[in-house]
């Protein structure tokens, strides 16, 4: 089972941030929070991916509370090719621990 | 080249036919999966290879078989399907299965209807 709880849609305005939320409350100290996306009928796309802090990339930002309870990912300016379905996903770096996909959030960027 | 390719895009097959999907990477990735995706739901992980070893298999029916030939190849043999069976086929691939860089690549899918 998925251990992520997500909204499951959200609406954005073309030009504005888009803060998409995570809860993971069961996280264990060893298991990084990564972040995929899926456009339609696209394989899903890696965007981030963070342990405890704060990360940044070409493509968005992920904060992770201080508890590692929660995460949001933030896409700066969203456009109309960021509507998509987002993965949250908890994984240990070991060896035996898969990617378990929960249902996502469904993000609709409006002009 | 950070691609992974899948062939073939669609695939029509009776619940009689043998048929393979194929999936290509050249990122020297030494892990690669197979997922099943159903209409609206999420990927599910299917087969890990590791080294070109087969290292999980998710309980999936012997009517697929993988095969990993070489360290960039990554087959799906499926031989008497049954319509359930219909869904998007993601091939994925990372440096490596367990440890840091093992963020996956997925391919753009093959589109399975069985009838």
Known sequence: ?111 | DTEVTQTPKHLVMGMTNKKSLKCEQHMGHRAMYWYKQKAKKPPELMFVYSYEKLSINESVPSRFSPECPNSSLLNLHLHALQPEDSALYLCASSQRYSGAYNEQFFGPGTRLTVL
């Open chain 1, 1 to 111: 089972d998925a251990k992520t709880t997500q909204p499951p849609s959200m609406d954005c305005a073309e030009g504005r941030a888009a803060n998409l939320p995570c809860n993971h409350s069961t996280i264990s100290g060893n298991e990084y929070v990564y972040w995929y996306r899926q456009i339609h009928s696209q394989g899903p796309q890696y965007i981030i991916h963070g342990l405890k802090n704060n990360e940044t990339n070409e493509m968005a930002s992920l904060i992770i509370t201080e508890d590692r309870k929660s995460s949001t990912l933030i896409l700066p300016h969203a456009t109309l090719r960021d509507t998509a379905v987002y993965y949250c996903i908890v994984r240990v770096e070991s060896y035996g621990q898969n990617f378990v996909f929960g249902p996502g959030t469904r993000l609709s960027v409006l002009p």
